[in-house]
């Protein structure tokens, strides 16, 4: 079952929510978390420090390495694909490939059986990573900030979540809308979310990722949330979604 967790805003959580699902889906199951952004802050923000010469997500999709031999484990039994600047680059090179959208897919196509799960955490922008992303993924979630603004991004985003639909992978399904820094008792964030409900309909709207100063630090700790200590209201949100995934599991099996 392989989720991709896009959104072409950056500042939404796509990160932290990729993190903490990855925590709370390898207690299900075998899981790997892809780091497919250039900035790598998934990476770090699961402890793991990349050494010189040590293979990442670009040595993969330039199949310069197995993606077997690039992964990483962390202590919380999450398997890691890891990234840092070094794939800053990768989209200019895939673009002289004449399978540019689907070459992330096919070294993928050997992890199936070894995982029950897999992330893919996406760049903030619908370029060719995330068009990678959405070409290899079963499910797409996308965190949307409790914003007025982030509303008006989503419809861009959903325009071209159809056309990847119609011309790179006609089984894509959007998972739902996952609104993060939500302050519940603002008059923002309940406008946002009724908005979100009345606008998209159809489209699943989860239950909201509240405001909190322990994401950050527990992404700083390198921990997933549940594990570093966050209270049950910062973890209901994505154990909602890990509900939804493990559902969809059995649709795509």
């Given at each position: 079952m392989i989720t991709a967790i896009a959104n072409?805003?950056?500042g939404v959580a796509k990160t932290t929510s990729a993190i903490a699902l990855g925590g709370l889906l390898a207690e299900e199951g075998s899981c790997l978390v892809i780091d497919l952004d250039p900035q790598g802050n998934?990476?770090?923000g699961l402890g793991i420090d990349i050494v010189e010469g040590q293979p990442t997500s670009y040595e993969v999709l330039t199949g310069q390495v197995d993606i077997k031999d690039a992964i990483v484990s962390t202590p919380f039994d999450i398997h890691v694909l890891p990234a840092n600047?070094?794939?800053?680059?990768v989209e200019k090179e895939l673009l002289e490939q004449e399978e540019r959208f689907h070459v992330l897919r096919e070294?993928?196509?050997a992890m199936r059986q070894r995982f029950e799960y897999i992330l893919i955490d996406c760049p903030p922008s619908m370029?060719?990573?995330t068009a990678n992303a959405l070409s290899a993924t079963h499910t797409l979630l996308i965190p949307v900030q409790c914003q007025f603004f982030a509303i008006k991004g989503l419809e861009g985003?959903?325009?071209?979540?159809?056309?990847?639909?119609?011309?790179?992978?006609?089984?894509?399904?959007?998972?739902?809308?996952?609104?993060?820094m939500a302050e519940p008792n603002t008059l923002i964030t309940q406008d946002v979310l009724r908005m979100l409900k009345e606008q998209f309909?159809?489209?699943k709207v989860f239950t909201p990722v509240p405001k909190s100063v322990k994401f950050p630090e527990s992404n700083m700790a390198g921990k997933p949330i549940h594990i570093y200590g966050g209270e049950w209201k910062l973890i209901k949100p994505y154990r909602e979604v890990v509900r939804e995934i493990m559902n969809s599991k059995e649709e795509f099996s």
């Open positions: 072409q805003k950056g998934l990476t770090t600047i070094s794939l800053a680059p070294r993928l196509k370029g060719l990573l985003l959903l325009q071209t979540i159809d056309a990847v639909k119609k011309r790179i992978n006609p089984n894509l399904k959007v998972l739902g809308v996952l609104p993060t309909e159809g489209i």
